[in-house]
């Protein structure tokens, strides 16, 4: 059974850090695209940031952009999301998702349901 599960989240203060992990099991994403999405209270879910299969190349939401950093260990079948300078806007659950699908290696994967499997999510609050 393939699950992805998110850790990492919890309170912290505006401008602070926090280090999300999405660790995979039942089979290996290490040739796959993954992605982190979020949800905020009374919003749609949305994009974040995803990175290659290679972990080379990364593409990020621009509310985000220059504060989080998306990487992956293949060896460990683990994607990370390192937060820098929250902001109490950044307060979402978040999710990682993984695409399985056939993909072009030269794209970027931003839209919900271009991901075939999700984690349950992480509370990240981030306080004024």
């Known amino acids: 059974q393939v699950q992805l599960v998110e850790s990492g989240g919890g309170l912290v203060q505006a401008g602070g850090s926090l280090r999300l992990s999405c660790a995979a099991s039942?089979?290996?994403?290490?040739?796959?695209?993954m992605g982190w999405f979020r949800q905020a209270p009374g919003k749609e879910r949305e994009f974040v940031a995803t990175?290659?299969?290679?972990?080379?190349?990364?593409y990020y939401a621009d509310s985000v952009k220059g504060r989080f950093t998306i990487s992956r260990d293949n060896a460990k079948n683990t994607v990370y999301l390192q937060m820098n300078s929250l902001k109490p806007e950044d307060t979402a659950v978040y999710y990682c998702a993984a695409r399985t699908t056939p993909y072009y290696r030269g794209s970027y994967y931003l839209r919900e349901y271009e991901y075939d499997y999700w984690g349950q999510g992480t509370q990240v609050t981030v306080s004024s």
């Open positions: 990175i290659r299969w290679s972990g080379g190349n990364t």
């Open positions: 039942g089979r290996t994403f290490s040739s796959n695209p």
